[in-house]
């Protein structure tokens, strides 16, 4: 299993709010339907139902992260629809009553010899889900 991680961002909420986002997901849809039409488009096509993101890709087609585990500290999602097993999170961690550090993480079992072929991949997805995720919190 290989385990990607996204730059940690701080985030000028309490935690137990960004976990409340996280409790029904369609509440970020709205979010990311309010983004300026510039950053709307660097998302790319990506919609969120009440326990999942489902995300449009030219390489692989529709691929939806399915909630897999959710708690004020930590919300996971398994993906579907991949010949590989990968789990994508979003830890949470109080700085203070009033701010909160997200940091994404993506889990996935590479095989050895695919591995180098794919970090670059890897690495810039769960980058661009920890960007996305601190936008939509915000």
Do not use: H, N
């Amino acid at each position: 299993m290989a385990t990607y991680k996204a730059k940690p961002s701080v985030i000028d909420k309490p935690a137990a709010e960004i976990a409340a986002q996280f409790a029904d997901l369609t509440r970020l849809q709205g979010a990311l339907d309010k983004l300026p039409e510039a950053e709307r488009a660097k998302v790319g096509d990506v919609r969120f139902t009440a326990d999942s993101i489902v995300m449009q890709t030219a390489q692989v087609g529709e691929i939806k992260f399915k909630v897999k585990e959710r708690t004020p500290e930590r919300v996971a999602f398994v993906a579907g629809g991949l010949p590989m097993p990968m789990v994508i999170a979003v830890d949470m961690k109080s700085v203070s009553d009033t701010s909160t550090e997200v940091e994404a993480s993506l889990d996935i079992d590479i095989p050895a010899v695919l591995k180098p072929m794919v970090s670059g991949t890897m690495q810039k997805a769960v980058d661009q889900f920890g960007v996305l995720i601190g936008q939509l919190s915000r």
